[in-house]
Each structure stands twice: as C-alpha cells, then as structure tokens.
C-alpha cells in the first residue's frame, strides 16, 4: 500500500485508501444480514415441509407409448355442450370453432386456444358414430369427427362417423369399441347397460343415474360384462387433489372433523337457462325418443334444451355439481357413502317454471369417521367459497392449489406457535401446481396470483386439460385392461351419496343409508 | 469542509454533516436495491411476472405484455436482478457512483410508471401501502435526483482511488 502510495501517476495517499474503502465494512454487515435472514428461513422451512416429508414433484409429462397401437374406434351419444367439449378434449373440434381460434390468435398473440389445442397429444382414436336427437347437433357432431387434422373450414377432412338417429343402432356398430354417453341424466343408465351388455367400453358424464335403482342397474351391468368405465369426474386428474391426498395420509391437518364444500354461480348459463337452439322445433328435434325413459310430456324447448331445471330428466345441484365437490374429497379422504344426509333448499331466485332448486345445501355425517360434509350451494351468488378440509390442528383449502394453515389451538405445532415460526393466519404450507416443490413459505401475493389462474397458466407455458387427461385415462386402461381412476365402485359411491341428498330434499326428510343390506332408508 | 466537483462540474462545498447525511442517503438506499436484488436471485422461481400483470396506469398494456411474453420476461427478470444488485453495491460501495444512480433513476423509474399511485388504483403488489400520487418510488427518485446532484462518490467511496487524477507535475 505504501508502495502504492509513492507512484507519481495516482498519488493515493493513505487517507484516500481510508476514505475510499470507508464503506466497505457496510458489504460485510449486508452479507452477516443475508447469512442470518437466509438461515432463518431455511430453518423455517426444513422445519415445516422437510420434516413433514412432503417434497412434491409436478406430475409426470405422459408419454405418447401408451396410446400406441391400433386406434381405438369411439362413438359419441349426446352431443350438446358438454358433449362438444368432451369431443374437443378428445381431439376433435369443430372447424367453425377453429377458424374463431385462429382469428383470436391473429388479433392477440395471447390468445393461445388454437396452440393450446394442437398441443394436446393425439389419442389414437376415430369417431366412427355420433349420436344425437337434434338434427343441428348431430351434424355438428358429424362436421367435428371429420376433422382428423384440427384444421379451420376449408381443411382437409376425413369422414369416419356416421349419424344414428337410435343410440341402440350405434351400440349395435361393429366399427365401434367405445361409447362416450353426455346426454341428459335421465338416459344414462339404459345407455350405458345397453353398451356394457354390447361389450363396448363407456365413459359417462356425472350424475352417474337419475335414480338410485339405477346406479346398482348399471354397477351390475359393468362388472357382469367387464368393461373398463369411467364417470366423467375429471377432477381426478386435477395434481393438487393428489397432493392434497399425501397432505391427509401424512395427518398434518391432524383429525379432520368437518369438511365443507360449496357451489357458487350467478350466472343464467351457470343456472342452467342455455341457449334454446333457433332451430330446435318439432321438425328438428326427436321428442318421443327424448322421453321415452321417464315422464310423458308435450313438447318442450325448455325441457329439451334446459333439461337440469326439471326432476324427470336431471338430478339437481346434487347429481351436476356437488357430486364434482364431493368425488374432489372422496379422492382425497375416502369416504364413500354417508351414514346419513339432510337437505334443504328451494326455488328463490330463477322462478322460471323450473322445479329444481336453484340454492340447496346438504349435510351429511359419516359416524365412524367422526366426520361431517356439508356443501352449500347457490346459483344466485358467486361470492368464492372453496373447499375446506378442517381438522384439530390445521386447516386446508384445496382448489387448483392447496393452502394449509396451522390452528390456533393446535396441539401438534403448540410449540411452533409459541415460538412464532407458524402463525394462524399465515399459511404453512402451500403447493402451486407447475412449481417443484412444496413450499413452507410463500408470500400471499403468490398465492393470491395463483388462485386467480395467472400465475401458473403461464408456467411452463402449457395449459394441461383435465377433461382431455380423464378421457386419455379411460383410454389408456381400455388398452391395458386396467381399472381407470373413476371406475364404476366410485361412481357408484357417488350416485348414491348425491341420490340421499336428493331424496333427503324432496322427501323432506332425513334419509340413511343400510351399508348392509345396500339400501337407503 | 470539503470540496468537489459536482454533476455541473461546478465546485460544490460539503459541510462534514452534510457529506455524512449524504453519504448514509447513499448507503442506505444502496442496501435498499442490494438486498431487493439479493433476495430476488435466491428466492426459487422468483420471476417479476405477478408484479408486470399487477401494472395499473395509462402503461399498463406495456408491462402485462412483457409479463406474457417468456422470452422477454425472462430477459426482464434478469436486468432486474442484475441491475438491482449493481446499483446496490454501486451505491454503497460509491463505485461509479454516478452511472449507478442513474441507472438506479431508470430502474426504479420504471417501478413507478407500472405502478403509479393514482386515485382509483389499487394494488396487490406492494401490499399494504396507502398512498396517492406520491408514492415510495417517486420519493426514492427524488433521493437518487439529490444524490446525483450532490455526488459523494469521489469524496467517501472507491470512486475516489479509481478517479483520482494523477499529481500535477
């Protein structure tokens, strides 16, 4: 330094060394902070998620092995709005539809429906019949299986479908190996025995049957003939139910004595007042057919188009939406059917002639598991309530991702709450699908992002389907003769859960379920 | 009392409290960007894309459209780690003191223009501010403004060995 200090060119003198370095020891003190700050989370961390064992790894990408071979021939019966959805989710999508993709895509470069699309992997798969008793509909259907290569109008198309004006002629196709069934509820099961019978494949929507005697018609009819059946419960392949399953299994919500699940829309759609098809009359749209398994009616758009609003052909907020909420719990808590379900609920908001109700709540207690479920509905109020899995010592709440948070009272985490490294009101422990790992310490910001779908749309820049990923399941077991997540055991625990609380609501009155015998009472 | 040239090339007079004030608004808001920037670089899956998305005022488009776009986003994440940590050290480290503070007008100015605090805006990001026109952002620019018109870095920081002008023969 001396040295330094001699050489003419600079002239450093001691108190320019001095001066210039004079706050450097202010790097060191920054670099002590960072150290202790670092540390102290890390403890935090390793003490929460390390300890509890939970280092989670995103879902596997699907290999293209599992659908190699010879495609799988389908037919499609029903194709309204959730048939079209199904159809798209297996691959197929009308051009119309494509070419509105496209246009998005010209005018928005985020608008990423068509890449998305063309993205989803090739199911190996021809739909060889379509299905359905509106003519408009059925063309549609016939125009969508057409489009083998996913283009706009004006692409290349292949036909391989054709039309049945009789879902029994369509079972009875040779060229076909599989049927998927989303018509109304009131034609499920004679659908989906006729095709078991026929030994064809089925996956069908939710609510499984309009009635109970159904749903053991059909649990029957599936296991006599073997055939690999899905529900149409999707919410099985939903990642975070998968983890939130491994959150449970390890106790870290200690004893869970309440679970509490909700509907909430506010919308006419939502409310099941679709669309009456301008086109839909008489001349158009097959009526007898339409009621040939329930109640005699005269004509009806409503009845036909809106068919939820009425008990002769739907089930409800109970067979459409809480079974949804109730398969996303029994995946994670096991809990088959209830000992016991009450349920009210009425007609308060669409008084448009219709006679299901369109705010209806259930409650339903599973005594041996020391257990209550309770769901809450509305269709006049989409304030978010979520689903909450409450146990002694934390509580979850478990959507796309999965906040956990420690109870005041907890016996199990006192200590850590005493030492303030958990507190109540922050979360514990939270996973956000498209991140590696469980994370013990996530900012509220994050999660706030993350509830909203904004941030882990973007991660990995891929937008993964459950509806396309339940169908590919289905598929992949018709290959390998293996049972799919939502076989015909599940979709009967939930037929029968949903049908107590209907018939809790309509019979005014508390019904039980004999697990002995298999009947309600 | 101590002599420097300041953003003028003017003579500038410090009296000894003046230049400590200085120096420790230099410091301190050096710390301020180091550990915004450090904190950044270790945090798993840190990205600035809920911050852009949360961008609110009349640039508001501008900012969301870097947030959806991976390559830029990318390219954003890093000038905003590097850049904080530069100015970071710059600033306490006094170490071309002046490119830091401008750099740090720059960064710091973009904060603001995503964020600007009007009346009907409100934000997730940061959480719990309550403020009007006139926010965190605007008044650390109005520091770093003072800090480069009254420059220290010559004075109290290594700018001083690395601009030190040779010995006049």
């Known amino acids: 330094m001396d040295e330094q200090n001699k050489k003419p060119t600079n002239n450093l003198t001691r108190r320019d060394i001095l001066k210039g370095l004079a706050t450097l020891p202010v790097l060191g003190a920054f670099g002590y902070g960072i150290y202790k700050k670092t540390r102290y989370d890390r403890l935090k961390r390793s003490a929460i998620a390390k300890e509890l064992g939970l280092d989670f790894d995103d879902q596997p990408a699907k290999t293209p092995e599992s659908l190699k071979g010879k495609a799988l021939r389908v037919g499609i019966i029903g194709y309204g709005i959730r048939g079209e959805q199904l159809m798209r989710a297996a691959g197929f999508a009308n051009p119309d539809l494509i070419d509105e993709w496209k246009n998005g895509a010209l005018k928005s470069p985020n608008d990423k429906r068509y890449a998305d699309f063309l993205a989803q992997d090739d199911l190996n798969i021809t739909i060889n019949g379509v299905c359905d008793l509106f003519d408009v509909r059925a063309n549609d259907a016939l125009k969508t299986a057409a489009n083998i290569h996913r283009e706009g109008s004006g692409g290349k198309m292949e036909q391989t479908a054709k039309r049945y004006r009789h879902y029994t002629d369509l079972i009875a196709a040779t060229d076909i190996d599989a049927v998927i069934i989303a018509t109304p509820d009131h034609w499920h099961t004679r659908m989906a025995v006729d095709a078991a019978k026929a030994g064809k494949h089925v996956y069908v929507e939710k609510g499984m049957t309009r009635t109970v005697e159904e749903a053991f018609v059909m649990r029957k009819a599936v296991k006599d003939a073997g055939i690999i059946f899905q529900l149409g419960h999707q919410g099985r392949q939903t990642d975070s139910f998968h983890k939130a399953k491994r959150i449970v299994d390890k106790n870290i919500l200690g004893k869970i004595t309440l679970v509490e699940v909700c509907t909430n829309r506010n919308d006419p759609n939502g409310a099941w007042v679709y669309d009456i098809h301008p086109d839909g009359s008489p001349a158009t749209i097959d009526w007898n057919q339409f009621i040939e398994p329930t109640q005699p009616h005269p004509f009806s758009l409503e009845r036909f188009f809106r068919w939820r609003c009425w008990w002769d052909y739907g089930t409800g907020l109970s067979g459409d939406l809480l079974t949804h909420e109730y398969d996303a719990v029994n995946q994670v808590l096991r809990l088959g059917i209830p000992y016991s379900a009450v349920a009210s609920g009425g007609v308060y908001f669409f008084k448009d002639g219709r006679e299901v109700p369109d705010v209806f709540q259930a409650v339903m207690e599973y005594p041996d598991r020391d257990l209550t479920f309770m769901y809450s509905a509305s269709l006049a109020s989409d304030r978010f309530r979520g689903k909450v899995l409450m146990g002694h010592d934390a509580h979850m709440e478990m959507e796309n991702t999965l906040t956990v948070y420690p109870d005041r009272n907890s016996t199990r985490y006192r200590e850590q709450l005493q030492s303030g490294l958990l507190s109540p009101d922050k979360p514990m422990l939270t996973y956000i699908p498209g991140r590696e790992n469980v994370d013990a310490v996530t900012s509220a910001t994050e999660q706030y992002f993350a509830s909203r779908g904004l941030l882990y749309t973007y991660v990995g820049g891929k937008r993964v389907d459950t509806t396309h990923l339940h169908i590919r399941e289905w598929l992949e077991c018709i290959r390998a003769g293996k049972q799919p997540s939502c076989n015909i055991d599940e979709g009967f625990d939930e037929a029968i859960t949903a049908h107590m609380a209907t018939i809790a609501l309509r019979e005014n009155r508390k019904v039980f379920w004999d697990a002995a015998k298999e009947q309600i009472v | ?169």
């Not at chain 2, 390219?75 to 850049?83: A, E, K, Y």
């Not at chain 2, 600033?91 to 009907?120: E, F, M, Q, W």
């Not at chain 2, 997730?124 to 605007?138: A, F, R, V, Y």
């Open chain 2, 1 to 169: 009392m101590v002599i420097i040239e300041n953003w003028m090339m003017q003579k500038e007079k410090y009296s000894v409290l003046q230049l400590t004030l200085l120096v420790g608004a230099r410091v301190a808001i050096g710390w301020y960007c180091l550990y915004e920037g450090v904190i950044k670089l270790i945090t798993p899956h840190w990205t600035s894309m809920p911050y852009l998305m949360d961008s609110q005022g009349f640039l508001a488009l501008f900012f969301r459209n870097m947030a959806t776009n991976p390559t830029l986003l990318s390219i954003v994440d890093f000038l905003n780690i590097v850049g904080l940590i530069a100015v970071g050290i710059g600033l306490i480290l006094g170490i071309l003191t002046r490119i830091s503070t401008v750099s740090g007008i720059l960064l710091i100015g973009l904060y603001a223009l995503s964020h600007p605090s009007l009346v009907a805006s409100t934000y997730i990001l940061p959480s719990g501010d309550h403020t009007l026109w006139i926010d965190k952002n605007i008044v650390f620019l109005f520091l770093l403004l003072i800090l480069l018109v009254f420059p220290t870095g010559k004075i109290i920081g290594l700018d001083r060995i690395l601009f030190k002008k040779p010995a006049k023969a």
